[in-house]
């Protein structure tokens, strides 16, 4: 799959802090209609919620953590959308 996206993490109210915000570039390895994994070098844990926006602005959504995965100094991040998606690649 592999698509590439600018990931930023949210505060626990949803919205982007105004000072210190995370965010980077990365690309989801995998996807479906509910869900992604991508390698992220933010600090992220389980429940965190993050925006992932892709270049073109078709992509343009939130989603919390489910899980993540320490392996070789790289996290691996599972995040599942907080709402329906309705542009998406792999949507049925």
């Known amino acids: 799959m592999r698509i590439p996206v600018r990931v930023t993490a949210l505060n626990a ?15 989801i390895e995998f996807g479906t209609t509910q869900e992604v994994l991508f390698i992220s070098s933010l600090p992220l844990e389980f429940d965190d919620k993050v925006r992932m926006e892709n270049t073109d602005g ?12 320490y392996h070789s100094g ?19």
């Open 74 to 92: 790289k996290t691996v991040v599972a995040a599942r959308f907080t709402q329906e998606i309705g542009n998406w690649i792999i949507k049925a």
């Open 58 to 69: 078709s992509l343009r959504i939130d989603a919390a953590v489910v899980a993540v995965q």
């Open 13 to 27: 109210q949803g919205v982007e802090p105004v000072k210190h915000v995370l965010n980077e570039n990365t690309v």
